[in-house]
Antibody, heavy 111, light 112 residues
Framework: EVQLLGSGGGLVQPGGSLRLSCEASGLTLSDYGMNWVRQAPGKGLEWVSAISKSGDTKYYADSVKGRFTISRDNSKNTLYLEMNNLRVEDTALYYC????WGQGILVSVSS | DIVLTQSPLSLSVTPGHSASISCKSSQSLLHTDGKTYLYWYLQKPGQPPQLLIYEASNRFSGVPDRFSGSESGTDFTLRISRVDAEDVGIYYCMQSVQLPLTFGAGTKVEIK
């Protein structure tokens, strides 16, 4: 069974930082380009960032460029999202997403 | 950015009847490799989206054959035949021919 287990979310003040992790089991993550997609409360889906299979190529939505960094460690079958200078509008459920999606990691930014 | 316009935004369906959801793209989703990069997902309440259809018309592994996808140029349709209670949720189309990935606004399907 394929599982993408997320961790690292939580409540943080504006300007703070978090590092999200998404560990895969039941599949070899290096076979897939991966994304982070977020969903604000009661809203639709918004793409955040993408990374190639090898990790050499990375892309970001304009709304997070310069603040978020995507990375992966294929030896650990894990995808990461480093989030800095967080804003209230970054509050959302964050999904690691490819063919399969993780359960979602809740990030709440509030003072 | 490619805009995907879904309709209707909500749908109430009698069990056993069929339903169709439309997704219209502002640009061609046909890649130079010959594939059309349009996907359909279902997000059941409290769950992450799950893939139903990839490349416009291919059913993903384990998806019932009640679900089918079709395309006509930049217009895409998801059809659900014999709607079942387990089909409730929000259906999204998504394109990946070009970054940023973009999603339709979603269609909420309820059972009458």
């Amino acid at each position: 069974e394929v599982q993408l287990l997320g961790s690292g979310g939580g409540l943080v003040q504006p300007g703070g930082s978090l590092r999200l992790s998404c560990e895969a089991s039941g599949l070899t993550l290096s076979d897939y380009g991966m994304n982070w997609v977020r969903q604000a409360p009661g809203k639709g889906l918004e793409w955040v960032s993408a990374i190639s299979k090898s990790g050499d190529t990375k892309y970001y939505a304009d709304s997070v460029k310069g603040r978020f960094t995507i990375s992966r460690d294929n030896s650990k079958n894990t995808l990461y999202l480093e989030m800095n200078n967080l804003r209230v509008e970054d509050t959302a459920l964050y999904y690691c997403a490819g063919t399969y999606w993780g359960q979602g990691i809740l990030v709440s930014v509030s003072s | 950015d490619i805009v995907l316009t879904q309709s209707p935004l909500s749908l109430s369906v009698t069990p056993g009847h069929s339903a169709s959801i439309s997704c219209k793209s502002s640009q061609s989703l046909l890649h130079t490799d010959g594939k059309t990069y349009l996907y359909w997902y279902l997000q059941k309440p409290g769950q992450p989206p799950q893939l139903l259809i990839y490349e416009a018309s291919n059913r993903f592994s384990g998806v019932p054959d009640r679900f089918s996808g079709s395309e006509s140029g930049t217009d895409f349709t998801l059809r659900i035949s014999r709607v079942d209670a387990e089909d409730v949720g929000i259906y999204y189309c998504m394109q990946s021919v070009q970054l940023p990935l973009t999603f339709g606004a979603g269609t909420k399907v309820e059972i009458k």
